[in-house]
């Protein structure tokens, strides 16, 4: 066989003349598209333009991992929107040269097959995947702010029909091997056992090609039924996001309906319309999300600390959650509290979660039989992971942690779910209180991926690690926090809702006007469904912890609901009515009130706390503040972060100014 290597290529002729592509991106963990792994593939191609291979199998050299998309870290060097329609082109026309070769190719995937990289395989004639768990498909450009962009528009719309294409790349979702291939977007699947490389050989040199759409699904690309699609479509996207925040999605439709039966309209309407989207500010906003995500992740990257068995004491909302979720990433835990009549409901809540996560009936049984009911607690002593969940209350939690130091594993991670008290007040009875740390999980643990890594100047370095390495195992975020009261997400909130509150008592403002006015600033949502969602017993402790004088009439307000019984969507009213689910809100409430100047008025202590957190040392910088209020608060993704949003609201007034 011979080989012809590349800095992210290696080239390969076998005695039957078929060609082996492997993308090997040097000095990277995973594949992705560069303009340099770009460049090197036209030189390619233009050599198997003059020397046909009897056929050509692509490939990647990197273990359960094709191409995971574009080079995202790229993006933020595009400098105008007319540069990044230049490089859209030429990479359509090298991969319209890819699919025009004349001679047989497939490519198999094996692993992660995302954005450009299932753009460069829909160029192939026949498409090969692995039928394991790691494999994934899917256009995940959305949650970008842009669209597929290398002719992904185009080729799948033509490949499996537009119907089913746009709901792939509008969701932004990832299909496991069996759904692509039930798609149409795969050919052929192999087993955990079976062989890739001879099923994708066999493939060329017998000539296979993708079958393409049934007709039903090809009638989706037509001038009618698209048009009726696309206002669907248009109407379904928009009750999950504004299009005057997120208009990637609704370009999408847009140019679908209008060139849908043409593939190389489609192309054109993507140069024009994704370089608009990749030089706007939703996308540089979503991509900064991506690259805090990224950093969040690499938390905890130096322990090696893998945790079997985890033990939660304290089965109220949240201890039972945070149990729910360890099981579902396939963790032993140990549930305790006074008595069984307390952890029964938090067993139900899992139940319904896993039942809605795992699907089948031997997965969700599997978790059930993880998740254990210890009234006594003995599962303290085997755990790995001891988690701390009970009630706000200084005394009780030393009393715990001081019974619990003599029992537990040396090397167990003792850990504290505390919103607000400070850690060093709770480690003060341990004979090592270095050993504690906080984990700071958020309501509801399902759906929050933040969890903050809580330290003081006591805590060893070795612990917040081994903390954040927990974190990243079961699939949350970590990030690294000192500990002061309220911490950072907190902190920041209590400002946020006291002004809330403060407004809706003063001034009669309605409570439906305060949450439209968040939520039209990008808040997934307002202030005071948030209070309702978090639990108002909960918002009254942590008023009381940060609130100080200034929130003496607020937190009055919190506490004669909380006597009442009304503590928010768990007991199913506090300040809004709750209904499978959904608070019960008043439409006309807001009518006649200046939304925009209200969402100003509530966001003002809101961004003065971030400053304030970032100034008094909280967490280490701007990234880590704008990381914790995004994935802790939810705070308006396609803005960035709270302290980009004000960096670059700043640039843009001195701009106009100099104007």
Known sequence: MSTTEYRNWRLEHDLDKVCWLTIDREGESSNSLSQDVLTELAQIVTDLEKNHP????LQSGKNHSFIVGADVREFDQVKSTEEAEQFIREVHRLFDRVEALPFPTAVIIDGYCLGGGLELALCFDYRVAANIESTRLGFPEVKLGIYPGFGGSARTTRQIGGFQAMQIML?????????????????????????????????????????????????TNSGPARKFLAGQMRKQTSAKANPAHYPAPFELIDAWEECGDDPRKMLNEEAVRVARLINGSTSKGLRRVFSLMEQLKSQGKGSDFKARRVHVIGAGVMGGDIAAWCVLQGLEVTLQDREMKYIEPALKRAKKLFAKRLKTADRIAGAQSRLIADVEGTGAERADVIIEAIFENLEAKQKLFEELESRVKPTAILATNTSAIPLKDIASVLKKPARLVGLHFFNPVAKMPLVEVVYDKQTRAEEIERGSAFCNQINRFPLPVRSSPGFLVNRVLARYMLKAFQIHREREVPKEALDKAAERFGMPMGPVELADTVGLDVGLGVMGTLGGEEAGEEAALLKALVDQGKLGKKSGEGFYVWKKGRAQKDSDAVEGINLESLAQELMQPYFDECRACLADGIVKDSDAVDAGMIFGTGFAPFRGGPLFYLENSSKRSEENEDE
């Open 54 to 57: 009897r056929g050509l199998v």
């Open 171 to 219: 969701t932004g979702r990832m299909l496991r091997a069996h759904q692509a291939k039930g798609l149409g977007l795969v050919d052929q699947l192999v087993g955990p056992h079976g062989g890739l490389r001879w099923a994708a050989r066999n493939a060329v040199l017998k000539g296979r090609k993708s079958r393409g759409p049934g007709r039903a699904a090809k009638l």
